[in-house]
């Protein structure tokens, strides 16, 4: 996760303080609440995730913050609206590790619905993947296992999706 990445979590912008930084967490705490948004535990990995790494570089905002306001959006909206139909598609299992949403498990079904999301495939680790469009390895090319990106950007776990006739029961 770089620093853009973490502010478009919250969909902050310009200068960022630790006031705003706190204002823009608690909202979204507040909105994706476990007790009131199904697919909030996961979100709220996310959120922590860019949380904790917007706290620890403060000071660095400023310097690496793009000039070009069009990289800036709202990408826990489009996040949660991916996670939404993912927790639909039964036999599939997901895991937000930083911002991103690794899926496995049954997904040969659901190949064009992960399509239309704009999950990608990762050929090497044989899993579907959803990440910040802005998110380019150009740097970083080594190939690490799950269990290494774990490590890295943490986790609570993976969670199998409901599928739709578990959904409507619930609902």
């Given amino acids: 996760m770089n620093i853009q990445e973490a502010l478009n979590v919250f969909g902050l912008t310009g200068e960022v303080n630790q006031a705003e930084l706190k204002k823009a967490f608690k909202r979204l705490a507040?909105?994706?609440?476990?007790?009131?948004?199904?697919?909030?535990?996961?979100?709220?990995?996310?959120i922590n995730a860019a949380y904790e790494f917007l706290t620890n570089n403060l000071e660095k905002i400023k310097q690496s913050q793009s000039p070009n306001e069009e990289d800036v959006y709202n990408y826990s909206d489009e996040i949660e609206s991916v996670l939404k139909t993912i927790v639909t598609l039964e036999g599939v299992v997901f895991e937000v590790?930083?911002?991103?949403?690794?899926?496995?498990?049954?997904?040969?079904?659901?190949?064009?619905?992960?399509?239309?999301?704009?999950?990608?495939?990762?050929?090497?680790?044989?899993?579907?993947?959803y990440r910040p469009e802005e998110h380019k390895s150009v740097f970083n090319r080594k190939t690490h296992t799950i269990e290494e990106i774990r490590e890295m950007y943490g986790t609570n776990g993976q969670r199998k999706a409901k599928g739709k006739r578990q959904l409507e029961k619930t609902n």
Avoid at 104 to 110: D, L, V, Y
Wanted: charged share 30%; with cysteine; glycine share 6%.
């Fill in 97 to 129: 590790i930083g911002n991103w949403v690794w899926i496995r498990g049954e997904t040969k079904s659901h190949k064009e619905i992960l399509k239309a999301l704009k999950c990608k495939w990762a050929p090497i680790k044989k899993v579907w993947y």
């Fill in 30 to 46: 507040v909105k994706y609440h476990p007790d009131k948004n199904p697919i909030g535990a996961e979100m709220m990995k996310m």
